[in-house]
């Protein structure tokens, strides 16, 4: 990391929330329900699904959990009266995990229930390694029960092809992404060429057991090692899709879309719009420092 970049990191804290906005409006849809709405229906009109998230995490009052859940249930009630095409995405410590397992499973299943009734879709997003065990162990007792659960799994992790090789067993529906928590180098890989390499191997494996994948990367190698792939396996269009996060490489998910591939955009909302994009910034340093330079050096 460079020592402007360090400085960018040290400093985030202190930079006034109307400069982080300027940052964050690209990458989140804004405070509102009805701003997420707005963004999914422009792109379900370019033939792009979404899934929305609300932004939040690491609950610590049960009320608070609970408060989520209703949230939740509002944003697929939304979905079904606007028709949209969009599933939702949840965090485990924004419905209790670090409160109680067993309380947070009972709040996941909650909401795949309420979305089994409108023929909607959860995913179960991966946090930290403190809790990858236990969101996987939510997902697979849920994946006893219903079939509208997925979770997701992350790359760069040391674990994850002993993961894939217990996930295809129940045929998992799956995103597949890098990573992007900070971890010790015992438990995540550190070489960026290894993580590469560890996604190919865990989406061809996926693949080839014929699990649903959501391929999620902003990386045009990646995305090409899997067009390649999904030529040799002669997957038809409805047995995967690509996922990207709103406001990233915008160009490249349009050549997907056009070229007639399902793609899915992650889309993020809520008031706790300024934390969330914080922690973005630290984990991504050069973006951060390049918003700044830009803000304050342009031309």
């Given amino acids: 990391m460079s020592v402007f970049n360090k400085l960018v990191v040290i400093t985030l804290p202190f930079v006034p929330k109307f400069i982080v906005y300027l940052f964050a409006k690209r990458y989140i849809a804004g405070p509102s329900l009805n701003d ?13 699904m979404a899934t929305v998230d609300i932004l939040g995490e690491e609950i610590e009052k049960k009320e608070d959990a609970f408060s989520v859940v209703e949230e939740y249930k509002n944003v697929l009630a939304a979905i079904d009266k606007h028709q949209l095409d969009s599933n939702i995405s949840v965090k485990p ?21 309420e979305a089994q009734k409108y023929n909607n879709f959860v995913r179960i997003d991966m946090e930290d390694h403190t809790c990858t065990s236990e969101t996987l162990h939510i997902y697979k007792r849920l994946r006893g029960e219903f079939t509208n659960v997925g979770v997701v799994i992350q790359s760069y992790l040391r674990r994850t092809i002993d993961d894939v090789n217990q996930l295809t067993e129940l045929k998992a529906n799956l995103r597949l ?13 550190k070489d960026k ?42 997957l038809q269009k409805d ?5 990207m996060l709103l406001g990233v490489t915008e160009e490249l998910r349009d050549f997907l879309v ?13 008031k706790h719009w300024h934390a969330y994009s914080l922690r973005r910034l630290k984990e991504n340093p050069s973006v951060a420092s390049y918003v700044i330079k830009h803000i304050f050096f342009k031309n």
């Fill in 36 to 48: 997420a709405i707005s963004a999914i229906k422009d792109f379900n009109q370019k033939g792009i």
């Fill in 93 to 113: 410590t924004h419905l209790g995990l670090k409160i109680d397992k067993e309380f947070c499973y009972s709040n996941i299943r909650s909401l795949v229930v």
């Fill in 177 to 189: 992404c890098k990573g992007i928590y900070v971890e010790p180098r015992q438990i995540a890989y």
């Fill in 258 to 270: 056009s070229a007639g591939h399902r793609l899915r955009v992650y889309v993020p909302f809520g």
């Fill in 193 to 234: 060429d290894i993580v590469n390499l560890n996604f190919q191997y865990a989406l061809e494996k996926l693949l080839t057991h014929k699990c649903y994948v959501g391929i999620a990367t902003h990386d045009e190698k990646l995305v090409w090692h899997a067009l390649m792939m999904i030529d040799r396996l002669k």
């Fill in 239 to 243: 047995q995967y899709e690509f996922q």
